[in-house]
């Protein structure tokens, strides 16, 4: 047997192989070493597991119908892995082989089972650890199976415990001899006799955890319909030598796999905000709205605040719920006469209002701060508007990120993206706010909304946005929105039978929520685990989340 062969094979298949051919005259000729040595050695066998699908062709040459995977393995004392190996690279070479998966139950005896099938039962081995004159209760229990094998042995009655014995209890035997059931049934199971067992002594050996119930994934293969034991290897390339040499006429090709996947390109990821946001960006331009500019985080306290009628003294306006600039501590470029309209509309009122009497500061005004919504860009783009005469009506979205002072939490950062949605038009009323809600939303697959009244300094009247939300049976808040006073509108010069409907939302939550993240920092942030991101589907918002159509909420 010249040397060259025997490195070919894993030493492993190699060893057990010759086990098998050499005592076991129960194989087909065909599995016999030498005609195994024959197969090896033809040139044009390539395939990386060639000896294992050569073996498998015969067998199923020889066999009636088709045969198992992981008999075969058995069979031939080899891996099953091998065998499905070999399955699998001739299934990839076409008609050659059927190969139906199968997952067939089996019981197999679990680490401590075969110890127990090779050494015998704890109980057992206690019995025989008992000399006639008994033991020492304390010896026995310092003896491996000690515990375990004691109880089992006293509740088999096969020992007895003299507790008033001289030094101590002491253990006899009671029965001259015992029949080791539990390793006699763990042999039958080794011996692929589980069958032989009953239902509950099976159950009983699982309950030891002795016995374990596997699930084997096997292949039961059959001929296919270009059967043939010897399989050549087919050309996966036409070379210029074959077109040359014409050789190409009558070399066997591997058939195309148009349905190949190709390799990914190593490509960059969009974030699941990134990709969430896109969905609303494609809600808000089929809705006709037209993006605002939000390319300023840092905005001026008085787009901020003081352009939405947001009161100088407002709590929202100190240090601990916005972050103000150090340097650029100020704003310069303000447009003066609108922002005496806007003084005088604090300070003393107008336009119908009786303002918030206060002494209403410029320095103020000027302070530069993290925008704390993107609200800040609405007026900015509806002051914009208002410039513009005559006037004509707008619809209007943002998504960008704002800056909040707040206390951080599993939900909460001091930064989120906020959605915004505005319709400036004539006469526009919080009917008209609750049905462009309901579009936006059913858009969102949320139809069961609900309007609860609340407060923003720059709307009135306001309503907190709620949705039932199915998975998590409950309702949630899905926004906020109003109607712009007018005590914001007016001093902008927007005409007095306009009025504009707004709202708002982020961006985190439906994102946390459609891809089940329940904390803030496994999406956004250095811990954000960049798998979950190449990972994340494309998002299609209203697929999921559109809850079954329900009568709508009162
Ligand atoms: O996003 C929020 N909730 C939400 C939105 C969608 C969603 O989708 C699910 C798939 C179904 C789930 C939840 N909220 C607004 C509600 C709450 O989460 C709230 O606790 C937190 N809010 C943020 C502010 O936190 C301080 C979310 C953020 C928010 C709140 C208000 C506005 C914008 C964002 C606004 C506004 C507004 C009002 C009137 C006029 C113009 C703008």
């Not at 088999?156 to 001289?166: G, H, L, M, Q, T």
């Not at 439906?510 to 994340?536: A, C, E, F, W």
């Amino acid at each position: 047997m010249e040397q060259g062969w025997m490195w070919e094979l894993s030493p492993v298949h190699f060893l057990r192989l010759r086990r098998h051919t050499q005592d076991d005259d129960t194989l087909s000729p065909a599995l016999r070493l030498d005609t195994f040595k024959m197969a090896m050695h033809t040139p044009d066998s390539a395939m990386a597991d060639g000896p294992v699908v050569e073996l498998l062709l015969r067998r199923l040459e020889a066999s009636d119908g088709g045969l198992d995977s992981a008999e075969l393995a058995a069979e031939l004392g080899m891996e099953h892995q091998a065998v499905v190996g070999a399955v699998k690279s001739l299934q990839a070479l076409g008609e050659v082989i059927e190969a139906e998966l199968r997952s067939t139950k089996r019981w197999e005896l679990t680490a401590e089972g075969e110890e127990i099938a090779r050494e015998g039962s704890h109980e057992a081995r206690v019995f025989r650890s008992i000399p006639p004159e008994g033991l020492a209760q304390s010896e026995l229990m310092r003896l491996p199976s000690g515990k375990v094998g004691f109880s089992k042995a006293m509740s088999n009655k096969w020992i007895r415990v003299d507790k008033s014995a001289a030094d101590g209890p002491r253990v006899f035997r009671v029965v001259d001899s015992m029949e080791d059931e539990v390793q006699r049934r763990l042999q039958l199971v080794q011996g692929g006799q589980a069958e032989k067992l009953g239902e509950k002594e099976r159950s009983e050996l699982r309950k030891r955890k002795l016995l374990a119930e596997v699930t084997l994934k096997t292949y039961w293969v059959s001929k296919g319909s270009a059967f043939s034991t010897s399989i050549s290897k087919q050309e996966t390339e036409l070379s210029p030598e074959m077109i040359s040499s014409g050789s190409w006429r009558d070399r066997p090709f591997k058939p195309y796999n148009f349905l190949a996947h190709g390799v990914l390109p190593d490509s960059g990821h969009l974030h699941p905000l990134l990709k969430v946001r896109s969905q609303f960006r494609q809600i808000f331009l089929e809705m006709g709205f037209t993006e605002m500019p939000t390319d300023n985080f840092i905005e001026s306290s008085f787009w901020n605040f003081d352009a939405l009628f947001q009161p100088q003294q407002h709590p929202a306006r100190d240090q601990h719920d916005t972050f103000f600039l150090r340097d650029p501590a100020e704003a310069l470029q303000l447009p003066m006469d609108y922002v005496q309209r806007v003084k005088r509309t604090h300070s003393q009122g107008g336009y119908g209002s009786q303002g918030y009497k206060y002494t209403w500061k410029l320095d103020e005004a000027r302070k530069n701060l993290l925008r704390t919504h993107t609200t800040s860009a609405s007026a900015r783009a509806l002051y914009r508007l208002a410039q513009k005469k005559p006037f004509t009506p707008v619809k209007y979205f943002s998504i960008d990120r704002v800056f909040r002072n707040e206390t951080l939490d599993a939900t909460h950062l001091a930064e989120f993206h906020q959605i915004e949605g505005v319709v400036a038009d004539h006469g526009l009323t919080l009917g008209h706010l609750m049905g462009v809600l309901r579009e936006f939303f059913t858009k969102l697959g949320i139809t069961q909304l609900r309007f609860k009244p609340a407060y923003n300094p720059y709307t009135e009247p306001s309503m907190e946005v709620f949705s039932y939300h199915q998975g998590l049976k409950k309702w949630v808040e899905v926004g906020n929105s109003g109607v712009f006073r007018p005590e914001m509108l007016l001093p902008m010069g927007l005409p007095e039978n306009v009025s504009v409907i707004a709202w708002g939302l982020s961006l985190e939550r439906p994102t946390m929520i459609k891809y089940g993240i329940n904390n803030i920092r496994d999406l956004v942030g250095h811990k954000v685990n960049l798998q979950m991101v190449y990972d994340s589907p494309l998002c299609r918002l209203d697929a999921e989340l559109r809850p079954p159509p329900t009568q709508e909420a009162a």
